[in-house]
C-alpha cells in the first residue's frame, strides 16, 4: 500500500456521489465480519440506495465518512439524533485499513458529535457473538446490555378493516400527528422524538406509521415501518419497524394485531419488529401471538449515557438502518 493510500483524513459529509462505494464497502466490510466469525458462506449484499439515502438524510451532519491519501473512502460512520437519544451505524472500516487506529477514531467521532447535540443516551448494536467488536467497543467506554430480539409475524389476509396510517391524512394533519406522536413519546420517555425518522420516511416513500387511538381518539401509540426492500432488486417479503411507541403495554396485541394487517396490505408476507430485552411483557406479547425469533443484537451504551426503559408504556427504537 503507498504511503498516499494509507493517510487517512476526516470526517467528511456523505454526499449522493459517495453512495455507490460506500455501499460497496458496508458489503465488503460486513461480509468479512461474517467470515471471520464462521460464517464463510454469508454475503451481505449491497443495500437498497434508498434506504441509504434515508439514513444519510436523517443522521444528517452525523453522516460522516474518511478519505485516504488517493480520495477513496477509507471508513464511515453514521450518528443518529432522536430527541436526546443518540446512536451510531453502520459504521465500517476498509479491510486493509484496519488496525491503524482509525475504528476508535470514527467511533470517538460520532460519540462527540452527539454528545454536543445533548443526547442523554450514547450508543450502537454489535452482533453478540463477536467477541473482537465486543472488546472493541469496551475499550472506548462502552458496555453490554441487554439483548435486542429481532421477532417476525406472519401477516394477516386482507380484509376490509384497513390499518390507519399516517399517510391516509392531508398534508397539514400530518404535521399535527407527527407533534402528537412526539409529544406520546416523549412523555412515555423523556426525551424521545422520532420526528425526523417520520418525515423523512414519508419524503423518500419508504413506508408508513400505524397510528393506535383510543375510543376518544387520542393517539396511544404508533409504529413507523420501512416496506421498502432493504435489498435493492429483492421481492418485498417483510415490513420493518423502526420505532414503536404505546402509551400502555396492554397495548402491543392490538398493534401486533395492525401491523400483521399491514404486512400483507404492503404485498410482504410477515413484520419484523426488534424488542429491546428491557420489554419483557413485550417480548411475551409477541410470542404469544404467534411470533418466531430470528435473530439477536447486541445492545451497547458508553458509560454514564445508558438507555432508561419506560416506566410504563413501551418504547421500542431501532438501531439499525
Known sequence: MSDAAGRVTGPFPIRPADLAPLNELFSDAFSERYRRDGMSGVRVPPLNPAIWRFAIESAGEGAMLWRDGLGRIAAFNLAHVSGTEGWMGPLAV????????????????????????????????????????????????????????????????????????????????????????????????????????????LRHALGDMVLLRDARGALRGFALFHDAPLVEGRSREEIRVLKLVLAETAAMSAMAEALAAQARRSGALRVAVRVQGEYPAAFRALVARGAHVRWTDLRMTLTGFDDVPAATGVVLSNWEI
Not at 119 to 145: H, K, S
Open 94 to 201: 476498509r479491510e486493509e485499513l484496519q488496525g491503524r487506529g482509525i475504528g476508535r477514531t470514527i467511533v470517538r467521532a460520532a460519540i462527540e458529535r452527539l454528545r454536543a447535540a445533548g443526547c442523554r443516551v450514547i450508543g450502537l448494536e454489535t452482533m453478540p457473538r463477536t467477541m473482537d467488536n465486543i472488546g472493541f467497543y469496551a475499550g472506548l467506554g462502552f458496555v453490554p446490555g441487554h439483548l435486542t430480539v429481532t421477532l417476525t409475524l406472519e401477516g394477516t389476509p386482507a380484509t376490509d378493516a384497513r390499518p390507519p396510517l399516517l399517510s391516509a391524512h392531508t398534508e397539514a394533519e400530518r404535521t399535527a400527528i407527527i407533534a402528537e406522536a412526539a409529544a406520546l413519546a416523549g412523555d412515555v420517555k423523556d426525551g424521545s422524538d422520532y420526528s425526523r425518522e417520520i418525515a423523512c420516511t
